[in-house]
């Protein structure tokens, strides 16, 4: 058990090495903070927090740096986040404000994420399979193209050019738009998927006749259009930004690089990642060095914020090394996720 000074001790090594990037010996502790005690004192504490595996000698005589199980009992023990400048939410702001659709939201979310934290920025997508298709549009675009909008009542709007055989009027156009519309919208995404995949078949099956016309092909064309979009609103993606914040911090990776860089590459082992983190009671969570050895990232560490995208929940983060300011990190993620849930309501309401 460590005592309570012992966990001062630790949070004063923890905040001097992030900031110094140095081993943090006990005659510093002394000098720059106000424990009041002697410096064989904080030696002695020292010493336990050692035997517990909290802190080690990177080398012989010198000072003390955390490790991966000490950065866990730091945020654990966390009293409170270090709150976000006012310049700080400034630039949250003026990033997100203006976002023309979900896709242009994320993307300025983890951009102004890796802005406040000189981090790898992660935001995954929500899940859709439990929207409902609200609306379908419908624009010609000409030469056998056309473009099929989609848009969800939690405020997606997706896009996708669909290539028909023919040109059509404006009135055959609402026709097709009616037609598609009477197929998924109303439906949850999982379900009008399914049955536009049950339309596509039996078209399939059906024996060829005279009797198809130009319209109906069409129709099974902005469907076949329709059930990749839909399938894309099922699969979980990231967004993701400051990849190149990694070669800049090379020097706090004990190994090499790659597997974080492939991981941003591959997208699949972080999704499972972020997705099974577990969150605390204000929706944080962090996951530190080894623990994400599971995943093959054991030099790194994640934490991140849930947000509420109208109902269906999502993870928003930053991945670095270990060596990180974990409080100031925590904050903004907490800060843009609060601010992403609360500009994607406010969408929703409109």
Do not use: C, W
Not at 45 to 73: C, F, N, W
Not at 80 to 107: K, M, Y
């Amino acid at each position: 058990m460590v005592s309570e000074r012992g966990l001062e001790v630790l949070r004063a090594i923890v905040q001097d090495y992030v900031d110094t990037n140095e081993p943090v010996g006990s005659k510093s502790i002394v000098e720059r903070h106000a424990f009041g005690v002697s410096a064989a004192t904080i030696r002695n504490d020292m010493a336990q927090l050692e035997d517990e595996e909290l802190i080690v000698a990177p080398h012989t005589s010198s000072g003390r740096v955390p490790t991966d199980k000490g950065y866990r009992v730091f945020v654990d023990h966390l009293a409170e986040l270090r709150p976000l400048t006012s310049a700080q939410r400034a630039a949250i702001t003026s990033f997100l404000d203006g976002a023309g659709d979900l896709d242009d939201l994320l993307v300025r979310t983890v951009r102004a994420l890796t802005r406040l934290t000189g981090q790898v920025a992660i935001v995954q997508y929500p899940s859709f399979a439990r929207a409902s298709v609200s609306h379908v549009e419908l624009v010609q675009l000409g030469g056998g193209r056309m473009l099929v909008i989609i848009v969800t009542d939690t405020g997606r709007v997706s896009q996708r050019l669909a290539t028909v055989r023919g040109e059509f009027g404006e009135e055959e156009v609402q026709r097709l738009r009616t037609a598609v519309s009477a197929v998924i919208v109303g439906r949850a995404v999982r379900d009008g998927a399914q049955l536009v995949e049950e339309r596509l078949a039996e078209a399939s099956a059906a024996p060829a006749s005279g009797q198809t016309t130009p319209l109906d092909e069409a129709a099974l064309d902005l469907l076949r259009a329709v059930a990749e979009e839909l399938e894309e609103f099922r699969q979980d993606r990231l967004v993701l930004a400051g990849a190149a914040n990694l070669a800049r911090r090379e020097a706090d990776f004990r190994g090499s690089i790659y597997p974080l860089l492939e991981a941003i590459e591959e997208q699949v082992t972080l999704l499972r990642l972020v997705s099974e983190m577990h969150a605390d009671d204000q929706g944080l969570s962090a996951s530190i060095g080894r623990e994400n050895e599971p995943f093959g990232l054991a030099e790194a560490s994640v934490v991140a914020s849930d947000y509420d995208a109208t109902g269906s929940l999502a993870r928003v983060g930053v991945m670095g090394p270990t060596r990180m300011d974990y409080p100031t990190n925590l904050a903004a993620v907490r800060a843009v996720a609060r601010y992403l849930t609360r500009m994607l309501h406010e969408e929703n309401s409109r």
